[in-house]
């Protein structure tokens, strides 16, 4: 075997994986794992040590990751700078700090004078050059610290607002309290920041109940193989040439 191969190659020699060309790889994240979490799993299973991801999801969101290995890593910024897709669900009336279910419920109130008639109309508002502040609940930094570690301690935080570009918003399945939807949108677009100020406007609040991403450029959440399956060395993971 050339001396060019790593570790990856003597667990799984059917990938293509060279300190010369590296690999990447569409993935399923599974709900309540990190991104992080698909990384250090598939860092330790194929034995190597340069792999990263394109792309940060939360955790209890699930759907597409690319994640890159050996000098592929160097493409991270290129996929990370990408329009994504979502499909999502979120719930009027109750609202938690971290918009979604990581938290437990700090307000409820009624919604049945929300008529469907009244989120289509208000649906134009959040396409197009927006606004908007990232959830305290969040990666983003403010001084050096994450915001969620400030936010979990009960601290105050103060984030400022950005523009993002969402391309489509489409309610898709209205059943109120609970709304289905798909969000297509630009890098940086937070789809909790997105429910969060959707339910605000409402005058009645709202969490996201579940979220997939299911699309990032034109690669597709179809193509990409559950941590299972990967886990266990399929013949040919999905990888972008």
């Not at 209205?174 to 429910?195: H, N």
């Amino acid at each position: 075997m050339s001396h060019e191969r790593t570790a990856l190659d003597h667990h799984h020699p059917l990938i293509s994986y060279t300190r010369r060309s590296g690999a990447t790889f569409l993935v399923d994240k599974p709900l309540r794992w990190t991104s992080f979490d698909v990384v250090k799993k598939l860092r330790t299973t194929w034995g190597v040590k340069k792999i990263g991801h394109a792309g940060t999801l939360d955790p209890l969101a699930t759907g597409l990751l690319i994640v890159c290995a050996g000098l592929h890593t160097k493409s991270i910024r290129q996929y990370q700078d990408m329009d994504k897709v979502y499909r999502g669900e979120m719930v009027l009336g109750k609202t938690t700090p971290s918009v979604d279910l990581e938290t437990d419920f700090d307000s409820e109130v009624s919604c049945s004078h929300v008529a469907p008639k009244d989120l289509q109309e208000l649906v134009p508002a959040f396409v197009g050059a927006i606004e908007q502040v990232p959830p305290a609940h969040s990666a983003v930094k403010r001084n050096g610290t994450r915001s969620y570690k400030r936010a979990r301690r009960g601290l105050e935080v103060s984030l400022e607002p950005r523009c993002v570009t969402v391309h489509h918003f489409v309610l898709t399945t209205v059943d109120l309290p609970r709304v289905a939807f798909e969000v297509a949108c630009s890098k940086g677009t937070y789809i909790r920041s997105l429910v969060r100020d959707f339910g605000q406007r409402l005058g009645v609040g709202a969490h996201l109940a579940s979220l997939r991403r299911t699309q990032i450029g034109p690669f597709r959440l179809q193509d990409a193989y559950a941590m299972d399956m990967l886990a266990k060395m399929p013949p040919e993971p999905p990888i972008i040439t």
